[in-house]
């Protein structure tokens, strides 16, 4: 079974406009951490944002927040007032606590910010 | 974070050809990682870099394809062995913070092979 899914491969919004990538995710072990990352075109992988299982709070980094459902086990990224420089590749990770660190990743959804 | 970078940062190589990939980091780290992300695909584990000892590798990887240095904790390699075509892809070098709440990646080694 796929660990990490993200079911929505192209995404379009418009600039300026708000934005909700989706993520869910599947586990058994009761501490896992969850990411995401910004694929420009360049390759590089870009660290977003990070929420640890036991978290209270949804993460937020600047534009970025993370919709935190534990009990749905989802973990969507929302990007508020899309800029054209947000045009990319995004990934949601996870990592479980017995990985030694290792990360798993979805498929990735291709934002696209329409002027 | 971490400043990590990476040697090449892209390759045109031969067909039976090796090609070494570099990876440097600025402070040090116990994990290091290596992934492979094929055109169009999403990231996969190669193998975790250990310090003084074998890497480990995952499912599908070995270690005669891809082997693998970590001579100290903020420097390591992996070489693609005789490559082929389908080994053209992005390689990037990946460390974890030491909380372990944020993990950073290189800029990447765009590697093709004909």
């Known amino acids: 079974a796929q660990k990490i899914t993200q079911t929505q491969p192209g995404m379009f919004v418009q600039e300026k406009e708000a934005v909700t990538l989706d993520c869910t995710y599947d586990t058994s072990d009761p501490s896992y951490g969850l990411f995401w990352y910004k694929q420009p075109s360049s390759g590089e992988m870009i660290f977003l944002i990070y929420?640890?299982?036991?978290?209270?709070q949804n993460a937020t980094e600047g534009r970025y927040s993370l919709n935190f459902q534990k009990a749905r086990k989802s973990a969507n990224l929302v990007i508020s007032a899309s800029q054209l420089g947000d045009s990319a590749m995004y990934f949601c990770?996870?990592?479980?606590?017995?990985?030694?660190?290792?990360?798993?990743f979805g498929s990735g959804t291709q934002l696209t910010v329409l002027p | 974070s971490a400043v990590i970078s990476q040697k090449p940062s892209r390759d045109i190589c031969q067909r039976g050809t090796s090609l070494t990939i570099q990876c440097q980091v600025d402070s040090q780290v116990t994990m290091m990682f290596w992934y492979r992300q094929q055109p169009g695909q999403s990231l996969t584990l190669i193998a975790t870099?250990?310090?003084?000892?074998?890497?480990?590798?995952e499912s599908g990887f070995v270690i005669d394809k891809f082997p693998i240095s970590r001579p100290n904790l903020t420097f390591s390699t992996l070489t693609v062995s005789n490559m082929s075509p389908e080994d053209s892809s992005i390689y990037l070098c990946?460390?974890?913070?030491?909380?372990?709440?944020?993990?950073?990646f290189g800029p990447g080694t765009r590697l093709t092979v004909t």
């Open positions: 990946s460390v974890g913070d030491r909380r372990g709440y944020e993990q950073y």
């Open positions: 990770a996870m990592r479980e606590s017995g990985s030694a660190r290792q990360l798993t």
């Open positions: 929420q640890g299982s036991y978290d209270q």
């Open positions: 870099a250990n310090q003084g000892s074998e890497a480990t590798y």
